[in-house]
């Protein structure tokens, strides 16, 4: 295949895998994303059934995901998780948390202003009808159902400040045959530590709750369920794909995510048991096995990378990028790395954007200046064409003496092209989903915030603009007049699509700054084959003189 026809078809397939990647999620969401969003906003309620999984403790204790095992779920009795009575009140210079009468997080509310939103109101992360962080379901289903009809109770005060130092919470339930005691020590970050005691053995099992919903973006994004086992392997059942039987043993490390926060146990010296229940639209439903005396690590609130790895480094693998996170979380920590120097987002992205440009350079160069010089044999291997139709073995060997001769490499242009769309799609991942991007300023007045769209559209229209202006620079050779339209289009639908779907402004800067990072080195390259040329031609001369 020739090298203007594979690059063509290389830079299609790039712009058809834009639309599908990107695109695709924003313009056909998941209903169940949009239910999610209706009931959150609505404020309905909705009664769900209790299901305690199996003990983990049946199958091996590998800490991956295990095959599926034939025993009886318990289904015991259906409770109304909207209708909040609440026993304790926790608040910090950055959340306030609302702890219920079933010894459950059952609110969850940010308090900064950059987690607000355009009405001013604060956000709240946990949905009014999903399963709460902290609740207990026991095997037994008459005990179960008890727990869910008799009131914890609480000795201390109602209200609790964390603001200056961590406070602790003790929360009794009696029942028929036992009693449970949780106490909860919750620091001003979010972090905080569980112990659960019960006066005689029982089978139960504590849940981190349904993945958080503070997030109605229609982008394709990871949401779900996260496991690290033992063997530091970092699993992840995306929201629709739980099958209801998955279980891990001695996992360190369990989150119910959403895209910028998330609600997580940890147990780095015992590990934990891991069971997955199947919930409704086939959401992921993360417990943990039990024990008379258990103790947890727990987190809930926004997936900081500084404050993850303050209470402790390991859980900064809770912060999730899905397909292309073994490429998207090297680029993280690069950002984070750039951010720390120059503390302003904006500027990290353009200095990271040409860093890649600067390490990629060579490669860049190589396959442009091939392109220039199979741009110039153009003309020449159109002849070849016409002279030997029908004879596609003598062609092939004509052109390979021609590019031999001429110094091109037909498959020069096609790599850095190649690395470009990893490149690309794992950026998109890190700048879509990194949390610190938030509230992040860029140029006051303006770009206020680069998780949001550009409120003017400024910059959608530089991308169009940087990519039509890239367009007449780059050389090209099209034969196919409807790849020709399609190509010089481009700019205008590129554009338009990201004025219509509200593309976080982080993302864009990326893209124009890579237009533009990506002109300059075209001018050199330009620059550099004119003089190549220029000193090719003279030699000729020389020689034939």
């Given at each position: ?540 001369k020389k020689t034939k003189d």
């Amino acid at each position: 295949m020739e090298q203007q026809d594979l690059n063509k078809r290389l830079i299609l397939a790039l712009v058809l895998s834009f639309f599908v990647f990107v695109g695709y999620g924003y313009l056909f969401p998941p209903q169940q994303a949009v239910e999610n969003t209706k009931q959150v906003a609505n404020g309905t309620t909705t009664t769900t059934q209790h299901l305690a999984p199996t003990p983990a403790k049946q199958l091996s204790s590998s800490s991956s995901i295990s095959a599926p095992v034939t025993s009886q779920q318990v289904v015991n009795a259906p409770v109304v998780t909207s209708n909040i009575v609440s026993l304790v009140e926790v608040t910090s210079s950055t959340f306030k948390m609302n702890i219920d009468e079933f010894g459950r997080i059952a609110r969850f509310e940010l308090l900064e202003n950059k987690y607000r939103d355009e009405d001013g109101n604060n956000l709240q992360i946990l949905g009014p009808d999903k399963v709460k962080p902290l609740e207990i379901r026991f095997s037994d289903v008459q005990l179960n159902n008890e727990a869910f009809k008799i009131p914890y109770t609480n000795s201390g005060s109602a209200i609790v400040d964390v603001s200056s130092g961590a406070q602790t919470i003790t929360l009794v339930q009696k029942l028929s045959s036992l009693s449970v005691t949780k106490k909860i020590t919750i620091k001003p970050n979010g972090s905080y530590s569980i112990d659960v005691s019960t006066s005689s053995p029982a089978p139960y099992f504590m849940t981190p709750g349904h993945r958080p919903m503070a997030d109605d973006s229609m982008y394709m994004l990871v949401r779900g369920a996260l496991i690290k086992g033992n063997d530091d392997i970092v699993t992840t059942i995306e929201d629709g794909d739980a099958e209801g039987h998955e279980k891990v043993n001695n996992a360190k490390i369990v989150s119910a995510f959403d895209r910028y926060v998330a609600s997580l146990f940890h147990s780095f010296d015992k590990g934990m048991d891991v069971s997955i229940l199947k919930g409704t639209e086939g959401d992921p439903l993360i417990f943990i096995e039990g024990s008379q005396n258990l103790h947890l690590g727990g987190y809930i609130g926004p997936k900081d990378h500084e404050v993850l790895k303050s209470i402790n480094p390991e859980l900064t693998d809770a912060i999730e990028f899905g397909w292309f996170t073994f490429l998207s979380r090297p680029f993280y920590k690069v950002l984070l790395w750039i951010q720390n120097i120059v503390d302003n987002w904006g500027w990290t992205i353009i200095l990271f954007t040409l860093l890649v440009k600067l390490i990629l350079f060579p490669l860049s160069y190589k396959g442009m200046m091939s392109m220039q010089k199979l741009k110039d044999l153009a003309p020449k291997m159109k002849d070849l064409k016409e002279k030997h139709k029908g004879d596609s073995a003598k062609l092939n060997a004509q052109m390979m003496e021609m590019y031999k001769k001429n110094g091109a490499n037909p498959m020069g242009g096609c790599l850095p092209m190649l690395l470009q769309i990893p490149v690309f799609f794992a950026l998109y991942r890190v700048l879509l989903n990194a949390e610190e991007l938030q509230g992040a300023v860029w140029i006051p007045g303006w770009i206020d915030n680069l998780a949001i769209a550009d409120p003017y559209y400024v910059l959608p229209v530089l991308m169009g603009l940087s990519m039509w202006f890239q367009q007449k620079i780059t050389p090209n050779n099209f034969t196919d007049p409807m790849q020709e339209k399609i190509f010089q289009w481009f700019p205008v639908i590129m554009a338009l699509m990201f004025i219509i779907m509200p593309f976080p402004s982080g993302l864009v800067l990326y893209w124009v700054v890579n237009n533009i990072f990506t002109i300059g080195q075209q001018y050199i390259i330009n620059k550099a084959y004119s003089k190549h040329k220029a000193a090719a031609v003279a030699t000729h001369k020389k020689t034939k003189d």
